[in-house]
């Protein structure tokens, strides 16, 4: 990612947190929305996709009283940039990683340390010296999760000598092989 990119998104979570560091159910809310890839429509109800999401659902899964998704709805309203932020967001798709085995596919987990560029590069480019292609990748936000992950679907499950490679790449703590 490249220094504006990095910029944008830490004026991004700024933003959030400033705007919720008050309350800090709002704040679940938000973070849940970012991460489940959920947006608030212009008619001030909250989807993925086109599917309407529940108040009960979203707080359910955030972990928050109801109340708290209305009050974050409307404060998010309330603010262009936010608003035009969460207006935006777009969901991430079918990831297959817990299904991959019944597919015959591989999976890669590795776990991400604060210094996280260039792994991916370095990651997909020992597994195509293998001989191997990439049916998907899903990076875990550093913002959001503590011991974010990386995790790299393959067209075959990889072999296990392939992990003292990944270990190497400066930015990795752990992985995971399946």
């Not at 970012?34 to 909250?46: A, T, V």
């Not at 480019?125 to 393959?154: C, F, M, S, V, W």
């Amino acid at each position: 990612m490249n220094v504006q990119k990095v910029g944008m998104m830490i004026k991004m979570w700024e933003k959030v947190n400033e705007k919720f560091k008050k309350y800090p159910a709002r704040l679940r809310v938000a973070e849940k929305m970012i991460e489940l890839g959920l947006s608030l429509n212009d008619d001030g109800k909250i989807y993925c996709g086109n599917l309407k999401i529940s108040d009960k659902a979203l707080a359910t899964a955030a972990d928050v009283d109801r109340r708290a998704i209305k009050s974050t709805v409307e404060i998010i309203q309330q603010d262009e940039e936010l608003y035009n932020l969460f207006n935006n967001i777009v969901p991430a798709g079918t990831l297959l990683r817990n299904i991959a085995k019944d597919l015959k596919l591989g999976v890669i987990e590795i776990e991400v340390g604060s210094e996280s560029e260039g792994i991916l590069a370095n990651t997909a480019q020992l597994i195509t010296k293998k001989g191997i292609g990439i049916r998907q990748a899903y990076a875990g936000d550093t913002e959001l999760h503590e011991n974010p992950l990386l995790t790299i679907i393959t067209e075959e499950p990889v072999g296990g000598d392939l992990i003292n490679e990944f270990l190497k790449i400066k930015g990795v703590t752990r992985v995971s092989i399946y």
